[in-house]
Each structure stands twice: as structure tokens, then as C-alpha cells.
């Protein structure tokens, strides 16, 4: 059973649309982390949302955590090429130091 | 300052073999994670060392997979005798101590790719 479902799993757009990611699950965490990982390289960290219905912006990115605190969004305004690779989203799994990715949203911006 | 390393970037072994493969983490990190990600699958946790201890290796596959921590600097990771299913991408990441549980940042090697065949 997969903790983390992630959707849609491919995503090819234009550049300049707008999109929107998702990572849901049937349980409750404290917080949640999205991470963006391009080709060849490890996953890095974008933001982490703690709160129960928090938006937080980074630039052309807008994350939001829903208000059970069980699942999350990544809207991404204006696509840019730069922006394509794998979003991945992760939690830490209750008393314990185990973190849980998702199986995440591969994105493509096409210029 | 540099990041997470890890050693080799690729490895192509036969069944049966050994290969042991090396993090480096960010210096001064005392957290250092494994996690590994099997072809079209999620990464999945291995274990988790803070310093030279073991917190958590629940996400260990099994007893052909030995992980080591010497001196709370860097890692490694062997696997022996090595099975097909082994093959994957396996990552390393650190992090310092201090941050809350789940809000830690944590920076991760550029993974090494093995095959075996």
C-alpha cells in the first residue's frame, strides 16, 4: 500500500500554463515536504508546509497544505522549461525517523 | 561548501558479487539517511544514523545489505553476495541535529546507479 499517491504521474505542458500537482493519503501528518529532482542529481528541497491548510510561495510556486493535514498541492504559475523534473512530495512517518516519498509527478515544460 | 558525495556514480556488477558504495556527507551533518529507488517505484528509506549510531534501519531489505558509519563521518553501504533485485538508484542524504522532527532539511548525493546483472 502506497502512503504517498501523487498525481498525475506524467504531466507535459507549454510553456506558460499554469498546472497543479498533488500528493494525497489516507493519514495525518505533521508536516509534509516537496522536493524537485532533475535528472542525474538527488532530490532537493523546495518547501516544507506544517500547518493544516498553509499556503506558502516560492517564486511561481504555490504549495498548500490541506486542512486535515492528510494530503498537499503544488500550483505552478506560468511554466518555465527550467521548471521541468520529478516533484516529489515526503513526510516522516509518525515515532519514527522514516520518511515516506511519494511516487511523484514528472513533469515537462516544453518551450 | 560542499554538498552530499557520493562514490561511485555507477557500478555494473554480476550476481553474487560485492559492491560497497560510499557517502560523504555535509560536513558537520551528524544525520545520514540511505534510501534507495528501484526502477518505476517510489524512493523508499533504508536506515538512518545520527553520528556512528544506528536510529533506524527498519527500511533494510535484508541481511545482505551492511551499513556502516565510521566515526560519524562518512558511510558506506554494502551489499553481499548482490541479487538482480538490488539494482536501483541509491541515495545518501545529511542533515545537521536541531531541527524539529519532519522539518528537516535534509541535502542529498547525486545517488549511485546499480546494476547488476
Known amino acids: 500500500t502506497q502512503l504517498l499517491e501523487q498525481s498525475p504521474q506524467f504531466l507535459s505542458i507549454q510553456e506558460g500554463e499554469n498546472l497543479t500537482v498533488y500528493c494525497n493519503s489516507s493519514?495525518?501528518?505533521?508536516?509534509l515536504q516537496w522536493y524537485r529532482q532533475e535528472p542525474g542529481e538527488g532530490p532537493v528541497l523546495l518547501v516544507t508546509?506544517?500547518?493544516?491548510?498553509e499556503v506558502k510561495k516560492l517564486k511561481r510556486l504555490t504549495f498548500q497544505f490541506g486542512d486535515a493535514r492528510k494530503d498537499s498541492s503544488l500550483h505552478i504559475t506560468a511554466a518555465q522549461p527550467g521548471d521541468t523534473g520529478l516533484y516529489l512530495c515526503?513526510?516522516?512517518?509518525?515515532?519514527?525517523?522514516?520518511?515516506?516519498f511519494g511516487t511523484g509527478t514528472r513533469l515537462k515544460v516544453l518551450a | 561548501e560542499a554538498g552530499v558525495t557520493q562514490f561511485p556514480s555507477h557500478s555494473v556488477i554480476e550476481k553474487g558479487q560485492t559492491v560497497t558504495l560510499r557517502c560523504d556527507p555535509i560536513?558537520?551533518?551528524?544525520?545520514l539517511y540511505w534510501y534507495r529507488r528501484v526502477m518505476g517505484k517510489e524512493i523508499k528509506f533504508l536506515l538512518h544514523?545520527?553520528?556512528?549510531?544506528?536510529?533506524?534501519e527498519s527500511g533494510m531489505p535484508n541481511n545482505r545489505f551492511l551499513a556502516e558509519r565510521t566515526g560519524g563521518t562518512y558511510s558506506t553501504l554494502k551489499v553481499q553476495p548482490a541479487e538482480l533485485e538490488d539494482s536501483g538508484v541509491y541515495f545518501c542524504?545529511?542533515?545537521?541535529?536541531?531541527?524539529?522532527?519532519?522539518?528537516?532539511?535534509?541535502?542529498f548525493g547525486p545517488g549511485t546507479r546499480l546494476l547488476v546483472l
Open positions: 560536513s558537520g551533518h551528524d544525520n
Open positions: 542524504a545529511s542533515s545537521p541535529i536541531g531541527y524539529v522532527r519532519g522539518q528537516e532539511t535534509q541535502y
Open positions: 508546509v506544517v500547518t493544516g491548510g
Open positions: 493519514s495525518v501528518f505533521s508536516s
Open positions: 544514523f545520527v553520528k556512528e549510531s544506528k536510529q533506524d
Open positions: 515526503a513526510v516522516l512517518t509518525s515515532g519514527t525517523y522514516k520518511y515516506i
